[in-house]
């Protein structure tokens, strides 16, 4: 963490929202990246970060320690992530509520002809969705210092500067975990 970083919590903890929000978006993607790890839904993780954000500025004068601050909001991550999948655990046991909707056809071209439906078919679907899930369970499986600089890059599309900075490393580290975290991921996924 920089030392402006430091500075930052320290202004935050005082009730200065306009450093914690420089603070949020100073660590958006790893919180997401962490959160999409959990979910493996973007959707589902934009919102878990949300919650995440929220529930860290409600707590921000806990941090007693300003360096150990990113370490503190990951914590509070995975406890919303954790909270996240017990509350739809819950509601997966009650029955889907009915809906009279119908579905759409395909497409009308301006003269009346029928245009190719482009989506893919639903083994097409499927497919993807399980390699989805294999990937994210990998990914899952690996140690955090692996996981996360990996799913920031690939998943969350940060730049090496961006990661470098969310996770505290320089660019040769960073370097050297996602070599090395990709060879772990492909080991996991041919087994």
Known sequence: MSEADEVLV???RAGDRAAFE???RRTARLVYSRQYLETRDAHRAEDLAQETFLLAW???GQVEDPQGFRTWLLTIARTV???DHRRQTRQKRRPPP????G???PGRSDSGESLPDASPTPAESAEREERRRQVTDALRALPEEYSLPLTLRYIGGADYDTIGRQLGLSNGSLRGLLSRGLAKLREKLKS
């Open 10 to 12: 320290v202004r935050s």
């Open 22 to 24: 420089q603070l949020v």
């Open 58 to 60: 409600r707590s921000i």
């Open 81 to 83: 992530a954790t909270d």
């Open 98 to 101: 009915f809906s009279a909707a």
């Open 103 to 105: 579905h759409g056809g």
